[in-house]
C-alpha cells in the first residue's frame, strides 16, 4: 500500500469524514460498473457498493488492510456478490450462474488485476464523453431512467435522447473494441431499444 493509502486510511480511522467522502467518490461509479458483471439490476449493485462503504465506516478502527485500496474494494465487492447470488432463488439461472461463479476461480491475480482494468477501461471511455451525452447515457443506464423520463427530466425531446444515446453506445463500442471478445462484461452496454 502506498503512503497516500495508508494517511487515507489512518484519517478514516480516526472519524475525518472528508476522507472516507474522498474514498467514497474516488471508488463508488467504478466499483458499481465492476458489480454489473454479476447482476443487471443497478439497483442491486448500488446497494451493495453502499454496504461495502458503510461495512468499512463501521470497521474503521480496526481494518487491516495489507494490499492496495484498490484491491481490498474490489475484492469485497466481488464477495459481496457471491454471496448475494448464493441467496437468490428465486430463479433457476441465477442459481446455475452461482454454481459456476463458485467452481471458478477468481483468485489468480492475473484474471482479478485484468477485470478491474477494464472496469476502469469502462469507466474512462464513460467520461471521455461529451457532457450532455455523457449526462444522458448515465440518467439511462445507472439511473435507470427511460427515454420519455429523461427528456422530461432535460426538457429536450425523445429523439434527441434517441440520438444521443445511439451515439453513446456506438463510441463506447468503438473506444472497447479491443475487449469485444469479452462479451460476458458488455451486457450493460445492450440495443437502445432495450430501454425505450
Request: with cysteine; hydrophobic share 35%; aromatic share 12%.
Given at each position: 500500500?502506498?503512503?497516500?493509502?495508508?494517511?487515507?486510511?489512518?484519517?478514516?480511522?480516526?472519524?475525518?469524514?472528508?476522507?472516507?467522502?474522498?474514498?467514497?467518490?474516488?471508488?463508488?461509479?467504478?466499483?458499481?460498473?465492476?458489480?454489473?458483471?454479476?447482476?443487471?439490476?443497478?439497483?442491486?449493485?448500488?446497494?451493495?457498493?453502499?454496504?461495502?462503504?458503510v461495512r468499512i465506516w463501521e470497521k474503521r478502527t480496526?481494518?487491516?488492510?495489507?494490499?492496495?485500496?484498490?484491491?481490498?474494494?474490489?475484492?469485497?465487492?466481488?464477495?459481496?456478490?457471491?454471496?448475494?447470488?448464493?441467496?437468490?432463488?428465486?430463479?433457476?439461472?441465477?442459481?446455475?450462474?452461482?454454481?459456476?461463479?463458485?467452481?471458478?476461480?477468481?483468485?489468480?491475480?492475473?484474471?482479478?488485476?485484468?477485470?478491474?482494468?477494464?472496469?476502469?477501461?469502462?469507466?474512462?471511455?464513460?467520461?471521455?464523453?461529451?457532457?450532455?451525452?455523457?449526462?444522458?447515457?448515465?440518467?439511462?443506464?445507472?439511473?435507470?431512467?427511460?427515454?420519455?423520463?429523461?427528456?422530461?427530466?432535460?426538457?429536450?425531446?425523445?429523439?434527441?435522447?434517441?440520438?444521443?444515446?445511439?451515439?453513446?453506445?456506438?463510441?463506447?463500442?468503438?473506444?472497447?473494441?479491443?475487449?469485444?471478445?469479452?462479451?460476458?462484461?458488455?451486457?450493460?452496454?445492450?440495443?437502445?431499444?432495450?430501454?425505450?
Open positions: 500500500m502506498v503512503p497516500e493509502e495508508k494517511l487515507l486510511l489512518k484519517h478514516i480511522a480516526d472519524s475525518n469524514t472528508k476522507a472516507f467522502e474522498q474514498l467514497f467518490n474516488s471508488y463508488y461509479q467504478i466499483l458499481c460498473v465492476y458489480c454489473k458483471h454479476y447482476f443487471t439490476d443497478n439497483q442491486i449493485c448500488e446497494n451493495i457498493v453502499q454496504d461495502v462503504f480496526e481494518l487491516e488492510i495489507t494490499t492496495s485500496l484498490k484491491v481490498y474494494l474490489f475484492s469485497a465487492v466481488k464477495n459481496r456478490c457471491l454471496n448475494q447470488l448464493e441467496h437468490q432463488r428465486v430463479r433457476q439461472d441465477y442459481f446455475e450462474k452461482n454454481n459456476k461463479l463458485r467452481q471458478t476461480d477468481y483468485s489468480r491475480s492475473s484474471d482479478f488485476y485484468y477485470e478491474v482494468g477494464l472496469a476502469e477501461k469502462i469507466k474512462d471511455a464513460i467520461d471521455s464523453l461529451p457532457p450532455r451525452r455523457r449526462e444522458i447515457f448515465r440518467l439511462n443506464r445507472e439511473k435507470g431512467l427511460k427515454y420519455k423520463e429523461i427528456a422530461e427530466k432535460l426538457n429536450i425531446s425523445v429523439k434527441t435522447v434517441e440520438v444521443q444515446m445511439g451515439q453513446a453506445l456506438k463510441d463506447l463500442r468503438e473506444k472497447l473494441k479491443d475487449y469485444n471478445s469479452d462479451l460476458h462484461l458488455f451486457f450493460w452496454i445492450r440495443r437502445a431499444s432495450d430501454y425505450n
